[in-house]
């Protein structure tokens, strides 16, 4: 069974920082992608940030480019989402997915999702 459980989230003003945590289970960690994406109320859910899990490579939307860092801890089957400077925009339920490649932003081509964990920056 695959889990994937997020922590981390919580409210920040303008400015501050959190680190969100994603530990997967039942899942080959080591072969595939990790992402986050955000959902804000009446929009649609968004790449973030994700990372190939076997190299390294790291994805990044404009939006948070030089913000956020993406990392990950293997021997924990972890990743992480380090966001610094947090603006009110980045207001968002946030989510964890485990995917396959393709295109890294696209939410169809991850195969499983956490739970969310919720990010509210306040001005």
């Known amino acids: 069974q695959v889990r994937l459980v997020e922590s981390g989230g919580g409210s920040v003003q303008a400015g501050g920082s959190l680190r969100l945590s994603c530990a997967a289970s039942?899942?080959?960690?080591?072969?595939?992608?990790m992402g986050w994406f955000r959902q804000a109320p009446g929009k649609e859910r968004e790449g973030v940030a994700a990372?190939?899990?076997?190299?390294?490579?790291?994805y990044y939307a404009d939006s948070v480019k030089g913000r956020f860092t993406i990392s990950q801890d293997i021997a924990k089957n972890t990743v992480y989402l380090q966001m610094n400077s947090l603006k009110p925009e980045d207001t968002a339920m946030y989510y964890c997915a485990a995917g396959y490649g393709g295109p890294w932003s696209d939410p169809f081509k991850y195969n499983y999702w956490g739970q969310g964990t919720q990010v509210t920056v306040s001005s």
């Open positions: 990372i190939d899990t076997f190299g390294g490579t790291s």
């Open positions: 039942g899942y080959p960690y080591r072969s595939n992608r």
